[in-house]
């Protein structure tokens, strides 16, 4: 499977904000085709009411409309597929170059590292909530994974390099669990869009990027200890990997959380990632009826 069909793939699997415009766009150019295309129909009605005159009938005049007709909805057709594999050709390139914007942020994002002991501190969980804020799930997802492959197969995007002997660093266990970070901030934080009250949708996306990035650094200390003491075979207690691995990155964690939050608050809008709350009003409905 090359790139491009890959991508188109993505965008298709994006989440319903994203592409409820373009859903909305399709239906209603099919309403107009329909609504275009279903007079072709009503000249045996016109004939059998005597508007049109039974000589056109037998002049073939009727025959030659009904082909024209024919011809113009293979036209309508052929432009629609054409329209709709464009539209999807630009998502599919839009979501390949987003998530290689953000694999090359997290790249960025190690080697901005303070040496803390065992764990080094970096700005790569940042970049993980900002993936699952401005990506789709899936997107979000393979950001990750390629991050995490590239660094497996010996490229030197990790913090201590790379090669498939990472996996035997203390710190692994927390690009392990960025993929599942990435993706659960993504599916979390669009349900943002049901609350209608301004405020409380601010809190709810802050809590979840801050309850997640709790749990991924849980997770990670979880790695680090099965490492320690059934590999490294350490003397480490539990307590104090938890210290040394969790509690003093809490408060890094929560900040970053907030940036990812704030920045996804600010440019979601703009971006077209975050439609603003819509409720249809009863009388809109009766109009559209």
């Known amino acids: 499977m090359t790139i491009s069909p890959f991508c188109c793939k993505i965008a298709d699997m994006d989440d319903k904000i994203r592409h409820e415009s373009d859903t909305d766009g399709v239906e209603q150019s099919q309403s107009t085709t329909q609504l275009f295309l279903g007079d072709s129909g009503s000249y045996d009605k016109d004939i059998a009411d005597g508007t049109i005159a039974p000589d056109a009938e037998q002049n073939g005049t009727v025959e030659s409309t009904e082909g024209e007709e024919k011809v113009s909805q293979g036209d309508l057709d052929i432009e629609e597929r054409k329209r709709i594999a464009a539209r999807r050709a630009r998502r599919g390139a839009a979501e390949a170059v987003k998530i290689a914007l953000f694999v090359a942020l997290l790249t960025v994002g190690c080697r901005i590292s303070i040496p803390m002991v065992p764990v080094p501190f970096t700005l790569q969980t940042l970049f993980t909530c900002m993936a699952g804020c401005f990506l789709s799930p899936l997107s979000a997802f393979l950001s990750q994974v390629i991050y995490v492959l590239m660094g497996l197969i010996g490229i030197p995007v990790f913090t201590a390099g790379g090669g498939f002997a990472y996996v035997l660093q203390p710190t692994f266990g927390f690009l392990l669990f960025m993929p599942a970070l990435a993706w659960s901030v993504s599916v979390l934080i669009r ?89 249809k009003q009863p009388q809109e409905d009766e109009a559209a009826q």
């Open 191 to 279: 349900q943002s869009k049901r609350i209608s009250n301004k405020p409380l949708r601010i809190a709810y996306e802050h809590t979840v990027c801050i309850v997640l990035g709790f749990i991924h650094l849980v997770l990670g200390t979880l790695y680090y200890l099965a490492l320690a003491k059934w590999y490294l075979h350490s003397n480490i207690t539990v307590s104090k990997a938890f210290y040394s691995c969790c509690v003093i990155f809490l408060p890094s964690a929560a900040i970053k959380a907030i940036v990812s939050a704030a920045l996804y608050e600010a440019l979601g809008k703009r971006l077209k990632i975050r439609s603003p709350y819509t409720q």
